[in-house]
C-alpha cells in the first residue's frame, strides 16, 4: 500500500517560502476560494464565542436545513437523520468507503481526479480501478465505462462537478450510470462538493437518480468556508447507524463553532451567489486569455473554478515546469500529476477562485513567460 504525496502542497510550500523573501506570488495552486466564511456567519460566530462554553455537538437544526437543501436544489426528500455532519468532505469520504467497503475491494473512479480519492482508497486497503478518460468523455466516467468494467468493481467515485477539470455530467448520463450500477451491483460514492458553482446551469444530483447513493458535500467552496472544516455524508438508510458508529469513533463531531456558522451561511444566498458571478468572470477572463498562451486544449470548465490544461507541447514534466513558472512569476499552479499519474506529466491545474485582479495581475505575468516558451 503506497499513498503518494500531495505535490501541489509542495508547489504551496515553495510559494509561501518565496513570499516570506519579497516576492508577489499569486496562489492558483489550491482549490480553494479567497473569499472569507459569509458575513453573517462570522457574526454569528462571533455571538457563539461569547455564549456558549461548547463542546462535541451534532446540531440537529443544521441536519435539518441540509436536508431542505436537496428540496430546494433537486426536488430530492431526505430524512435528515440520513445525514451526518462531519470535518469537511476528506471524513466524509472516508466514512463513505469504511462504511460501504471491505478490505480488498475494487472501486472504480475517473482519470484524471482528485489525489485524495486514490490515496484514500489505497490507505483503506482498497484497489483502486483508474478509467482513462480524455476529451473523448469530457474527461468524466461514462456508462458505457462501468459496463465495460470485468469483473464489475464494488463501487464507483463520482465527481459532477470533477476537480481537477471543472467538467459536469449531464443529466441523461448520471441516469444511465445509476442504470448501470444497478445492474451490476455497483455502490455508488458521489462527491458533490461543487454543487452550486455551475456555469451551464443546475447540476443534478446523484441521488435524483440513484437514492441508495452515498452524497459528500461540504462547507468549503461553495460556502467559502474551508478552513471551518465542515461537511457532511448523505447515507443510505440502511447504513445509517454503522456510519454514525465510525464517524464517533474515528472523528467525534465537526467543531460546534462551525456548525453555528455554517447554518446561517446556507441562507445567505446574495453573498455566495456574488462569489459565484466573480468565479464566473475570472473563468471567462482565462478563457479568453488561454490561447494566447498557446494553452488551446484544455477541460470545458463547466463549474468548479478550475482549468485543466494541456502543455504537452512544452514539457513531459508538469511538476518540474510548475516549479519553474513559479520561480520565474510568482504564479502557483497544481501539477497534473497530482491528478494523473499516467498522463497528469503534460497537464496543469489552474484554479481561478482568487480575486479577479489576481487573475488578470497572473495572466499579465503569464503572457510574456509563455511567450518566451515558444
Not at 216 to 221: E, L, R
Not at 273 to 287: I, K, P, Q, S, W
Request: glycine content about 6%; overall charge negative; proline content about 7%.
Amino acid at each position: 500500500m503506497t499513498v503518494e504525496p500531495f505535490r501541489a502542497i509542495a508547489i504551496s510550500r515553495l510559494a509561501h517560502r518565496l513570499k516570506t523573501e519579497g516576492r508577489s506570488i499569486i496562489h492558483m495552486e489550491f482549490g480553494q476560494p479567497s473569499t472569507g466564511a459569509p458575513a453573517a456567519a462570522i457574526a454569528r460566530a462571533h455571538q457563539v464565542l461569547d455564549a456558549d462554553a461548547m463542546g462535541y455537538w451534532e446540531s440537529p437544526a443544521l441536519r435539518e436545513r441540509i436536508a431542505r437543501l436537496y428540496d430546494q436544489r433537486h426536488g430530492v426528500a431526505v430524512d435528515p437523520d440520513r445525514i451526518v455532519l462531519t470535518n469537511g468532505a476528506s471524513p466524509a469520504l472516508v466514512l463513505a468507503l469504511t462504511v460501504r467497503f471491505r478490505p480488498g475491494d475494487s472501486v472504480a473512479l475517473a482519470r484524471p481526479g482528485y489525489v485524495a480519492y486514490r490515496n484514500t482508497l489505497r490507505a483503506l486497503h482498497l484497489e483502486p480501478v483508474e478509467i482513462a478518460c480524455g476529451a473523448e468523455s469530457r474527461f468524466q466516467l461514462t456508462a458505457a465505462h462501468l459496463a465495460a468494467l470485468d469483473p464489475a468493481p464494488a463501487g464507483v467515485i463520482i465527481a459532477s462537478p470533477a476537480n481537477p477539470t471543472g467538467t459536469i455530467i449531464p443529466d441523461a448520463e448520471l441516469a444511465a450510470i445509476a442504470e448501470v450500477c444497478r445492474r451490476r451491483g455497483i455502490a455508488i460514492v458521489s462527491d458533490e462538493i461543487y454543487h452550486g458553482l455551475s456555469y451551464v446551469g443546475p447540476t443534478a444530483s446523484m441521488l435524483q437518480f440513484a437514492p441508495d447513493a452515498f452524497v459528500i458535500n461540504s462547507f468549503s467552496k461553495y460556502w467559502s468556508m474551508a478552513g471551518w472544516r465542515l461537511g457532511w455524508l448523505v447515507t443510505p438508510a440502511p447504513h445509517t447507524e454503522t456510519a454514525r458508529a465510525h464517524i464517533g469513533n474515528l472523528f467525534l463531531t465537526p467543531p460546534s463553532l462551525s456548525q453555528h456558522a455554517g447554518l446561517v451561511a446556507m441562507d445567505a444566498h446574495d453573498e455566495l451567489e456574488g462569489h459565484v458571478r466573480t468565479y464566473a468572470r475570472n473563468r471567462d477572463l482565462m478563457l479568453d486569455a488561454l490561447p494566447s498562451l498557446g494553452l488551446r486544449k484544455i477541460a470545458p470548465p463547466d463549474g468548479a473554478f478550475y482549468i485543466w490544461a494541456d502543455i504537452g507541447h512544452l514539457t513531459d514534466d508538469s511538476l518540474a515546469f510548475c516549479e519553474r513558472m513559479l520561480r520565474d512569476t510568482g504564479v502557483a499552479a497544481a501539477p497534473g500529476v497530482d491528478f494523473d499519474p499516467v498522463e497528469g506529466r503534460r497537464f496543469i491545474r489552474f484554479s481561478f477562485a482568487v480575486s479577479t485582479d489576481e487573475v488578470q495581475e497572473a495572466l499579465d505575468r503569464l503572457r510574456p513567460w509563455f511567450a518566451a516558451l515558444g
